[in-house]
């Protein structure tokens, strides 16, 4: 009995000794300044923390762990490894070394050093993330990270941009990356505050991308949000607020111009008239009388911008917290244009054995969203562009009649056209959306032998949306919207992300290995319901609801969803960390395609050579790091809509039986059993330097992606019963490839000279887009029942396809000679090229002119700091795309009487050798002059002076008496210079809402589109 008592004790003791915790405490400093969010973990474990404000740690290790070694990274320092032993108290001073690939990155499921990468990527820390007044943190990468394209929708307050990494390689597919969230795949990161953002990790090639597989054909951005830490509990508010503005505007003509031209006009086109069919001039006795009114300005208005923002964080003991509010809100530069979002976060992990340890992350968010019609004539459904209307609306209408209502149709619309008010327009404008959604993630992670874990995922993705739009009759004689209608939508969405995987580390004496195995499974269900009521007699907000109009009642539901299963390996090696391989394999299956064609198998594989390793380079003392690395893989692409595959039946069809008419259904679609994955093949190359102790840092990449079996909506012929309506007009095939080929520059170089510290950040990328292949081509960018751009072997998608304008004939001889262009062409009409030379101008003559895509984009952050002083600069810019200018077609083409450019007006023919580039002021010749051609195309490349912030750091020792460890305040001016040849209102806001659902086919229209706006902001960050 004695014996087995000692047996017990001895087990007990040891069980005890094993479950022993070492309370670790530390201090980090870099000369007299505490060090700030650095992360201390023990390594080959998840055992970590971060430092406070006052550069404290506090952590907790078993006794195990004292054979470990304890890790302590800070971005912008040299990395401290340490034995821990029986050692508990560190007083560190850190060392400066501002080598940016020694990170750790989170690249798919995992997370790895930067000097291990053997892929494409580019990280934007936090830092350069809330510098910007975004309402999304996709906005933040603009200009950021080399290959990867940012534009804005339009400059209107919640429209959200598009991101294109690498170029287009899909038609009508999409080419939206696939966003990661805390490892949870969406398509949308709108809901996110940019201050809960830790860091923005890109990953661009097959080698880094291939883990997500069918998502990742438009490369993978992942997004990492701020955790806490055992240090103590930390209090974090930033505001700021901000007034905004018109960063510019096009000059239009005045009344008395106007008159002048409209006479001008009128006389030319009235020479050799019919006397009974002569077009009036405008009297100068009426012309005196006539007001002078900017329609343009009076739109327009200085709008308040403001975020804030409150975060705590912390931890008791194993669980760590961080919870943050954010509020939101945005005027825009356009009456009657808002947004707002209130989100809040909780992020919580808990370790809770030692080896269990787990965690909730969840945001939280509301938004509403006033729209106006943005960009477009209204035939995407928006209500037309208020700046296109402004434009068209001449100086010489006034707002208001002498009662004070807005004025409509003039008496004289003959003279002063009939375009609508558009400050009426804005004021009876009724659109409002507003999106609530939940999104986040539990988590479980097991420790289940040394060097083994398993993570368990369960995402969930909620969001409801409800829009109400009611358009009022108003106008003369109500002619605008001459029958009022509600229309009411509500949609939501229910997204679940199930994933598992398991990662195994393990070093082999001078060999590391690292492999992940897993599975994820996505579920989405959508619901729609869609409601129009028309004819309210009482056009009052508070009775216009379904169910009081008068008029024809409509309601439609909808209900859907897809799937999509996936299995993964990747394996990581390296040998010494000198040779470097990278292996990936991922099978997907997704419902969007027919049983045949579900399954899709990707892969990729890199490899990596660090040179600076080698015998003949490890003792220079100049090159830091030299990594040459290589990539080849496979990913796919499955966007396209549910069901694609099978025939699409709707009700709402008619049929008659003899005299009678019975409702029915038909086919509204055709599906296409045989369509398949998309797949991307790419092969990437590149080299990563540092020198002088990272001082300087260099990463260049040249990548080529070819895209194959493109997801493409292949338009039917009218023979076969489809008709324009939309009756089973198209079907989805797979037709086509595309290659995407440029190189990719980054450029780093950081100092620091006694109290003053400079760092010089540029990044610059290439890109070439050919259609390699594609039949039938492609016509898009619809204006009315004409299309301007053709996606055709042999060009890049979306090509404009113009007749090209050689000049303004001179005179008679002129006409003569050239190509016949039709009857009634005269001296100071538009000259067409004839392409085909067969002497006549037709649309043979049509031909590629110019892309959309930006040739090269580039990016240009400076930072100064000297003592408690900062300032940041950062220029952005685009080159070698091409905009179509409908606007100008509109203003400058005289098929209506609208107003007219101020440059139109004093660059103008008005007899031979006065111009060659702006014809005629007449009517008559439009038909000619308004044809589409390269006179409406212009170069869109710019540069962009994006932001300019200047801030100041209050000294510690002012501040600890009023219980705050950290404050700093600063000012900033966004889009504050853009230098450009584009005569529009801004070049980057060229997305046309007649295109929706066209894709990167019809970009580079621009309709007079809600521009970005220049605003001037001041800010505050306090820390307690």
Request: glycine content about 10%.
């Amino acid at each position: 009995m004695k014996k087995q008592l000692l047996v017990l004790l001895l087990l007990c003791s040891s069980v005890s000794i094993a479950l022993a915790q070492v309370v670790i405490r530390g201090t980090l400093k870099s000369g007299t300044e505490t060090l700030v969010g650095a992360n201390i973990y023990v390594k080959g474990t998840t055992i970590g923390t971060v430092s406070d404000a006052d550069g404290a740690f506090i952590l907790e290790v078993s006794e195990n762990n004292k054979s470990s070694m304890l890790i302590i990274s800070l971005i912008g320092y040299k990395t401290l490894e340490l034995p821990i032993g029986n050692r508990t108290t560190y007083d560190l001073t850190m060392e400066e070394d501002l080598q940016l690939l020694s990170e750790v990155v989170v690249v798919g499921y995992i997370a790895q050093e930067r000097a291990k990468i053997t892929g494409a990527v580019n990280t934007v820390g936090a830092d350069l993330i809330s510098r910007l007044p975004l309402p999304s943190i996709d906005g933040a990468l603009q200009g950021r990270a080399p290959g990867v394209v940012v534009t804005q929708n339009t400059g209107a307050p919640g429209e959200g941009v598009a991101v294109r990494i690498r170029g287009a390689g899909s038609i009508n597919s999409g080419n939206s990356p696939l966003y990661v969230v805390d490892g949870v795949p969406t398509q949308d990161i709108n809901n996110i505050a940019t201050q809960d953002i830790a860091s923005i990790t890109v990953l661009k090639d097959a080698g880094a991308t291939a883990v997500y597989g069918s998502r990742a054909a438009n490369g993978v951005v992942i997004v990492t949000t701020k955790t806490g830490s055992s240090a103590k509990t930390q209090i974090q508010f930033s505001s700021q607020v901000g007034v905004q503005e018109p960063s510019r505007t096009i000059a239009m003509a005045d009344t008395k111009e106007y008159v002048s031209i409209y006479n001008e006009a009128a006389t030319n086109d009235n020479v050799g008239k019919n006397p009974l069919l002569l077009r009036p001039l405008i009297p100068d006795a009426l012309a005196a009388t006539l007001p002078n009114v900017n329609q343009i300005d009076a739109i327009l208005r200085k709008g308040i911008l403001q975020s804030h923002s409150l975060s705590i964080s912390g931890g008791e003991g194993k669980t760590h917290y961080f919870i943050s509010g954010n509020y939101f809100d945005q005027q825009g530069i356009i009456k009657s244009s808002q947004f707002n979002r209130i989100s809040t976060r909780i992020n919580i992990d808990s370790e809770v054995k030692s080896w269990l340890r787990t965690g909730v992350n969840i945001n939280i968010s509301k938004s509403t969203t006033d729209l106006i019609g943005s960009s477009g004539d209204g035939a995407g459904g928006n209500g037309g562009s208020v700046i296109r209307y402004a434009f068209f609306r001449t100086p010489a209408i006034p707002i208001y009649d002498a009662s004070g209502n807005f004025t409509d149709k003039p008496d004289r619309f003959d003279f002063f056209g009939d375009g609508y008010n558009p400050v009426g327009m804005l004021a009876f404008n009724n659109n409002q959306l507003i999106s609530n959604r939940l999104f986040g993630k539990f988590f479980i992670e097991l420790t289940l032998l040394r060097g083994l874990k398993f993570t368990s995922n369960f995402g969930l993705d909620l969001t409801n949306s409800n829009q109400r739009r009611f358009d009022r009759n108003w106008g003369t004689g109500g002619r605008i919207n001459g029958i009022n209608q509600l229309s009411v939508s509500d949609v939501n969405t229910e997204t679940t992300t199930f994933s598992n995987f398991a990662t195994y580390s393990k070093t082999f004496g001078e060999q590391n290995v690292t492999l992940l195995a897993g599975m994820e499974a996505i579920k989405i269900k959508n619901y729609s319901l869609f409601a129009t009521e028309k004819d309210f007699a009482d056009q009052t907000t508070a009775l216009t609801f379904l169910g009081n109009g008068r008029g024809q009642k409509t309601v439609q539901e909808n209900k859907n969803g897809s799937s999509l299963l996936s299995y993964f390996l990747k394996a990581n090696y390296d040998y010494q960390e000198k040779y470097l391989i990278s292996a990936t394999f991922r099978r997907d299956g997704s419902s969007r395609f027919g049983s045949e064609n579900r399954w899709g198998t990707f892969y990729a594989g890199s490899l990596g050579w660090r040179i600076d390793k080698e015998s003949f380079l490890v003792t220079n003392k100049t090159i830091n790091r030299l990594l040459l690395r290589a990539g080849y893989g496979a990913i796919g692409n499955q966007e396209i809509p549910n069901y694609a595959y099978s025939d699409a039946i709707n009700a709402g069809y008619n049929y008659p039986f003899g005299s009678t008419r019975t409702a029915g259904y038909a086919v509204a679609g055709l599906g296409n059993s045989k369509i398949k994955w998309e797949t991307s093949q790419q092969f990437n190359v590149g080299v990563d330097l540092e020198l002088w102790d990272g001082k300087f840092s260099a990463s260049v990449d040249y990548f080529n992606k070819t895209t194959s079996d493109l997801l493409v909506r292949q338009p039917i012929a009218s023979s076969s019963g489809a008709d324009n309506s939309g009756f089973a007009h198209f079907i989805w095939v797979n037709n086509g490839q595309v290659r995407n080929s440029g190189i990719e520059l980054v450029l780093n170089y950081a100092n620091k000279v006694r109290d003053f510290s400079y760092s010089i950040s540029a990044n610059a990328a290439t890109l070439k887009n050919e259609v390699l292949d594609v039949n039938p081509s492609i016509p898009n960018g619809a204006i009315g029942s004409d299309r301007i751009t053709l996606t055709e072997k042999g060009f890049p998608i979306g090509s404009f396809y113009l007749y090209e304008m050689e000049g303004i004939f001179q005179n008679n001889t002129d006409i003569f000679t050239h190509a016949y262009q039709g009857t009634g062409i005269q001296p100071g009409d538009v000259k067409f090229k004839d392409q085909n030379e067969d002497g006549l101008i037709d649309g043979r003559d049509r031909t590629h002119v110019g892309s959309p895509i930006p040739t090269l984009t580039a990016g240009l952050n400076v930072n100064l700091n000297y003592k408690n002083w900062d300032m940041s600069i950062f220029f952005q810019g685009a080159y070698g795309q091409k905009i179509f200018s409908v606007l100008n077609r509109d203003i400058e083409g005289f098929y209506r009487p609208f107003n007219v450019t101020q440059r139109y007006f004093e660059n103008h023919w008005t007899g031979p050798g006065t111009s060659n580039q702006f014809p005629r002021a007449s009517w008559d010749a439009s038909g000619n002059n308004t044809r589409y051609s390269t006179r409406f195309l212009e170069d869109g490349s710019y540069t962009r002076l994006k932001n300019v912030q200047i801030g100041y750091t209050l000294p510690k020792n002012a501040l600890t008496k009023y219980g705050f460890s950290a404050a700093r305040i600063y000012i900033s001016g966004v889009n504050l210079l853009t230098i450009t040849n584009y005569q529009g209102l801004d070049p980057e806001m060229t997305v046309s809402n007649n295109a929706a659902g066209q894709g990167d086919g019809s970009a580079g229209l621009d309709w007079g589109t809600y521009p970005a706006a220049r605003s001037y902001n001041i800010g505050v960050n306090l820390t307690f």
